[in-house]
């Protein structure tokens, strides 16, 4: 049987980049830069202060002291956003708010605290003379052109996911709008005569479709967007017929649920076989090995496991890495942590992902499992922040065995008595 790093790098061969888009600023949040950015112009675009305070010529009060301040004469005043065309001579000072244009003749600022100016002073007549009590060295408090940024300078890369940091200063270098990879569309489909969409009534044997509900979460919180094909029967033509709607809306990639493994009504991967092709439908990795990978009609397919800890750890495992490729974040994956286990854990030789609790104690990250682990049970999912990773060919793991883990949540102090594992 296929290891899952093998499935996964035949599954990546058939994803490439979707193409670009240009996105106002406001709305590139979690979207994926598809150009290198380059600086037009120097940041800052001029030398200004960084305080309030007293623009001065650092020489004239090299000397000054609390007991014995210097004076200087306030010939202006400069507030940010204006430039004033005045220069200081010696024992000068123009006053000056924080981000203006730096005047001539200056070469360091005093901050406010460092003078004896009155909080609620209002001056408007100048000359007006004011104390200084702290000596500064030339470049002071100034915020020099282009100490940050140099113009024509590439500042961010293609596949560099925006986070809010990067799209202010993108806002800063002047941009309005930027190109970005468009959203993959991932089309997902349920499979089976007991499922009922959610909000419907329910009928004896009958349960509700959870795996629609979280895969579309599962999509956008991977950088896609989702197209849902409801729920088919375990019908030939129903399964079709849906698939073919992902077809029709252009999908970059067909998840299924359900209807993969060897049950007598599993047709999805029979359909898929008729209309594309199937390049693997077995996974050594717990839960979720009933999973195939194949195309319909050219549309790359994975069909996950149907219960729904399989569909979410399938997803994790093979869909979220697809979506990266196709929105072309180069920022994936994201790194295991390293953990202690907390107990004793036994596998079964394939490559399992379980639910976990990861803690802190004393400055270490120890772990232990959720409950039982059968596949069906959500609730040890919601209530795990981590995946613990057993390798292939392990079958046990003693306390204190160090394991790879998937964050999957906020991860606390100390492990509470209460949860009961
Ligand atoms: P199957 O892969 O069709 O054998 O399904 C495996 C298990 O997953 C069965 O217990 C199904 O009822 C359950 N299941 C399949 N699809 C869903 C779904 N969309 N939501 C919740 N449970 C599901
Ligand atoms: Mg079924």
């Given at each position: 049987m296929l290891s899952v790093a093998s499935a996964l790098e035949k599954l990546l061969k058939e994803f490439s980049v979707v193409k670009a888009e240009p996105v106002a600023l406001m709305n590139c949040r979690g979207r994926i830069l598809a150009e290198d950015v380059r600086a037009s112009?120097?940041?800052?675009l001029f030398t200004n202060?960084?305080?309030?305070?007293f623009a001065v010529k650092s020489d004239d009060v090299r000397?000054?002291?609390?007991d014995h301040p210097v004076e200087l004469s306030v010939i202006a005043d400069i507030p940010a956003g204006l430039v004033v065309g005045k220069e200081i001579k010696k024992g000068q000072a123009i006053r000056i708010m924080t981000g203006a244009v730096v005047p001539k003749g200056c070469d360091a600022v005093v901050p406010?605290?460092?003078?004896?100016?009155?909080?609620n002073r209002a001056q408007d007549e100048f000359p007006w003379p004011i104390q200084i009590y702290k000596p500064v060295n030339p470049g002071d408090y100034l915020r020099v052109r282009g100490q940050d940024v140099h113009a024509g300078e590439v500042v961010l890369t293609a596949g560099t996911f925006l986070r809010p940091q990067e799209l202010g200063f993108l806002g800063m270098l002047g941009f309005k709008e930027v190109l970005v990879y468009r959203r993959p569309k991932v089309a997902i489909l349920s499979t089976g005569d007991e499922l009922v969409k959610v909000g419907s009534a329910l009928a004896p044997g009958k349960i509700y479709d959870a795996n629609s509900v979280m895969l579309a979460a599962q999509i956008v919180e991977s950088g896609g967007e989702f197209l849902d094909l409801g729920i088919a029967k375990d019908k030939h033509d129903d399964i079709y017929q849906r698939l073919e709607k992902g077809f029709m809306e252009q999908a970059d990639l067909i998840v299924s649920s359900a209807?993969?493994?060897?049950?007598?009504?599993?047709?999805v991967r029979q359909v898929i076989e008729e209309y594309g092709s199937i390049s693997?439908?077995?996974?050594?990795?717990?839960?979720?090995?009933?999973l195939a990978f194949g195309n319909y009609r050219g549309i790359p397919f994975v069909g996950l496991p149907g219960n729904p800890v399989s569909a979410f750890v399938g997803f994790d495992v093979f869909v979220q890495p697809a979506i990266a490729k196709l929105s072309g974040?180069?920022?994936?994956p994201r790194p295991a942590q390293k953990v202690k286990l907390d107990e004793e854990i036994i596998s079964d030789g394939r490559e399992s992902y379980l639910r976990g609790i990861v803690y802190q104690k004393e400055g270490e990250l120890y772990a232990r499992l959720t409950?039982?682990?059968?596949?069906?049970?959500?609730r040890s999912l919601v209530q795990s922040n981590a995946f613990l990773i057993v390798p292939s060919e392990v079958k046990s793991l003693p306390i204190g065995a160090e394991v790879n883990a998937w964050i999957t949540g906020v991860i606390n102090q100390a492990i509470s008595e209460d949860l009961g594992f």
């Open positions: 112009f120097d940041l800052p202060s960084s305080m309030d305070g000397h000054a002291g609390v406010i605290e460092d003078t004896n100016y009155g909080l209807g993969v493994s060897v049950g007598a009504f599993d047709l693997f439908w077995r996974v050594n990795m717990r839960p979720g090995k009933p974040n180069r920022e994936f409950g039982h682990q059968g596949s069906g049970n959500l």
